[in-house]
C-alpha cells in the first residue's frame, strides 16, 4: 500500500530564517506531486505541483520554491522566511489518471514563523 | 471567484441528526472527491464519484454527484461526534487534471 510521509510535524522559525519541508512517498511510482498551503482549516492554496524528477509548476508567486531530486521526493524550500509563510503544510500524491485524479494527502506540517 | 462553491460553510448539531453539505459549480466535472479533515491532519479520501447521477454509500454517508456532474452532495444519516471535521469537495475540470477544491463545510456535532 501506499504511505506518504512529512516532516516536521511542527517548526517554528524566525523571520528571515530558511526552511526546508520534506515529503516522501512509498508504494508508488512516478506520481504527481503537489506542496498545498493551508490557513486557519480552511481552503487548500496550491503552491507547486510536479509530474516528474526535476519537473516543476509553481501557482503562486512567491517566497517558496519546491524540488523534485527523486521519484518520490519532494521537498519545499525558502531561503528567507516571512511572517505571512506561516500555515499548514500540505504535501499529496496523486494517481495521474487522466480526468479522475485523486490525491492522497500526508498528515501536515505547522509552520509558525516569528 | 471559488469554481467550486460549499455550503454551509459552517454546521453545528446534536448527534443523532441528519444533514446535507452540498458541493456546486458552473463548470462540468470529470469526477470530484470528498475528503474530511480533522484538525492538525491532512485531509482524508472518503469518495470519488465519477458518472452523473451516481449515489454511493460509506456506512451513515450518502454521496451523489449530479446528473449534469455539476454539482454534488454528502448526507451523513444519524451524525455522531466522530464525524465532526472539514469536509472538503475537490475535482479536477476542464483540460486539467490538476484537482480544484472547494473550501470546505466544518462541522461539529455535539454529544
Known amino acids: 500500500s501506499q504511505t506518504i510521509h512529512q516532516w516536521p510535524a511542527t517548526l517554528v522559525q524566525p523571520v528571515g530564517s530558511p526552511l526546508s519541508l520534506e515529503c516522501t512517498v512509498e508504494?508508488?511510482?512516478?506520481?504527481?506531486l503537489y506542496w498545498y498551503r493551508q490557513a486557519a482549516g480552511r481552503g487548500l492554496q496550491l503552491l507547486f505541483y510536479s509530474v516528474g524528477i526535476g519537473q516543476i509548476s509553481s501557482e503562486v508567486p512567491q517566497n517558496l520554491s519546491a524540488s523534485r531530486p527523486q521519484d518520490r521526493q519532494f521537498i519545499l524550500s525558502s531561503k528567507k522566511l516571512l511572517l505571512s509563510d506561516s500555515g499548514f503544510y500540505l504535501c499529496?500524491?496523486?494517481?495521474?489518471?487522466?480526468?479522475?485524479?485523486?490525491?492522497?494527502f500526508g498528515p501536515g506540517t505547522r509552520l509558525l514563523v516569528l | 471567484t471559488q469554481l467550486l462553491e460549499q455550503s454551509p460553510q459552517f454546521l453545528s448539531i446534536q448527534e443523532g441528526e441528519n444533514l446535507t453539505v452540498y458541493c456546486n459549480s458552473s463548470?462540468?466535472?470529470?469526477?470530484l472527491q470528498w475528503y474530511r479533515q480533522e484538525p492538525g491532519e491532512g485531509p482524508v479520501l472518503l469518495v470519488t464519484v465519477v458518472t452523473g447521477g451516481e449515489v454511493k454509500k460509506l456506512k451513515r454517508l450518502t454521496f451523489q454527484f449530479g446528473d449534469a456532474r455539476k454539482d454534488s452532495s454528502l448526507h451523513i444519516t444519524a451524525a455522531q461526534p466522530g464525524d465532526t471535521g472539514l469536509y472538503l469537495c475537490a475535482g479536477p475540470s476542464g483540460g486539467s487534471y490538476i484537482p480544484t477544491f472547494g473550501r470546505g463545510t466544518s462541522l461539529i456535532v455535539h454529544p
Open positions: 499529496a500524491w496523486g494517481t495521474g489518471l487522466a480526468g479522475k485524479e485523486t490525491q492522497y
Open positions: 463548470s462540468v466535472f470529470s469526477s
Open positions: 508504494g508508488t511510482s512516478n506520481p504527481n
